[in-house]
């Protein structure tokens, strides 16, 4: 079990098997996250939301 501080909202999430990269989402603030392991520390970073850009086809 791993216990981080959420970067926006400052709440205690714990996450019993992170994943380097894995994106989760605070329960408390709802903030999109990305887990991170730098060495032997776990970190949450803020995740950049990738924009969608549909094309749209003509016909």
């Known amino acids: 079990m791993v ?4 970067p926006v ?3 205690e999430i ?3 098997a ?3 990269g894995e ?4 329960s408390w603030c709802g903030s ?6 730098i ?3 776990w970190l949450l970073e803020v995740a950049e939301e990738e ?4 094309k749209e086809e003509w016909l």
């Open 23 to 26: 994106i989760i989402e605070c």
């Open 39 to 41: 060495g032997k520390q």
């Open 9 to 11: 909202c400052e709440e």
């Open 32 to 37: 999109k996250l990305m887990v991170r392991r």
């Open 3 to 6: 216990r981080l501080e959420c």
């Open 18 to 20: 992170p994943e380097h």
């Open 51 to 54: 924009e969608s850009h549909e």
């Open 14 to 16: 714990e996450l019993e």
